[in-house]
């Protein structure tokens, strides 16, 4: 009991002295906030300091805090599959819903507009004083939907198939039997799939689309010739003045030869 009171008098001094001398905000609290400040910018410096010069340039080298790259990165990977983290799944999902060009502006700028001018608008619009969950039905409803939907999102984004190659071969006999591609079109089918031209081409529902890059499952029905499309994936900006389209001659004549010969037989389902 008496150490209650003791400490009630202590405050009651306390607050009393604050009356008589209170410190002014500037140079008290300000000096403070700068000390404050500086000590954690230099532990970051300490830390960052020990896990520098405890580690070397070798890949995987732990040091005393972790090592400074797990793998060194290379820039000329065409199989990398970027993913994010867990949290950004839903997002992540949602790219994939809309599709380029249709629907990406009213993706990336109609809905989230929308959605921005609802909420601005929702105090101007529900005005009523009620705070009980039980008596705001449509709010309660439509956090439940967000929280579903983006609880489906982060589900399907999780599950998301890449178009890793070794998921596009598994592909090439569905492909073999569904366009009916004669024997010599086999080679060019898995080196499709493994050269990562599904990153933006659709063969056969598979794949992905990007950069307004044509479904490539009746590829051979325009009846250009092998040796047009060798020219083409040679140097695609050569033949399509503009197109965005990276050159594929690194493959070397015989894979490019390959290719041609797939794409020429590719005349859609059940061989066009
Ligand atoms: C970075 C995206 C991208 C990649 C990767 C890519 N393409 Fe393309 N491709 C395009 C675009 C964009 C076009 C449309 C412009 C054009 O025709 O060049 C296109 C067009 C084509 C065409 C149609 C040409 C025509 O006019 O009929 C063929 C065939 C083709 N690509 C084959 C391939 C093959 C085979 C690969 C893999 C070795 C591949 N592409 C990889 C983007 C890509």
Same mark, same amino acid.
Request: proline share 10%; glycine share 8%.
């Given at each position: 009991m008496s150490s209650l009171k003791?400490?009630?008098?202590?405050?009651?001094?306390?607050?009393?002295?604050?009356?008589?001398?209170?410190?002014?905000?500037?140079?008290?609290?300000?000096?403070h906030d700068t000390i404050m400040a500086l000590v954690v910018v230099a532990v970051i410096i300490g830390l960052t300091c020990i896990w520098y010069f405890t580690t070397s340039e070798e890949p995987g080298d732990a040091g005393l805090l972790g090592p400074r790259y797990a793998e060194k990165a290379d820039p000329g990977t065409i199989?990398?599959?970027?993913r994010p983290d867990w949290y950004f799944y839903f997002l992540f999902y949602?790219?994939?819903?809309?599709k380029w060009p249709e629907s990406v502006i009213l993706g990336t700028v109609g809905i989230p507009t929308?959605?921005?001018?609802?909420?601005?608008?929702?105090?101007f619009v529900d005005r009523r004083m009620e705070r009980r969950l039980s008596r705001r039905p449509i709010a309660v409803i439509a956090a439940a939907l967000v929280v579903a939907s983006m609880a489906v999102l982060t589900w399907k984004g999780a599950t998301a198939k890449e178009n890793v190659a070794s998921e596009a071969l598994a592909e090439v006999p569905q492909w073999i039997e569904k366009n009916k591609l004669p024997a010599e079109a086999e080679p060019g089918a898995e080196l499709f799939a493994g050269s990562g031209c599904l990153n933006c081409h659709v063969y056969l529902g598979g794949g992905a689309q990007a950069l307004g890059a044509p479904d490539l499952t009746d590829a051979g029905a325009k009846n250009r010739g092998v040796?047009?499309?060798?020219?083409? $994936?040679?140097?695609? %900006?050569?033949?399509?003045?503009? +197109?965005?389209? !990276? *050159?594929?001659?690194?493959?070397?004549?015989?894979? $490019?030869?390959?290719? %041609?010969?797939?794409?020429?037989? +590719?005349?859609? !389902? *059940?061989?066009?």
């Open positions: 003791e400490r009630r008098a202590e405050f009651a001094r306390y607050k009393q002295d604050v009356k008589e001398r209170g410190k002014p905000f500037y140079p008290h609290a300000m000096f199989s990398f599959v970027p949602l790219l994939r819903i809309f929308i959605l921005v001018l609802l909420l601005i608008a929702l105090p040796e047009w499309q060798i020219e083409h $994936l040679k140097c695609p %900006a050569c033949v399509n003045p503009g +197109s965005p389209m !990276p *050159g594929f001659a690194a493959l070397g004549d015989d894979q $490019l030869r390959e290719l %041609a010969i797939f794409l020429e037989a +590719s005349k859609g !389902p *059940g061989g066009g």
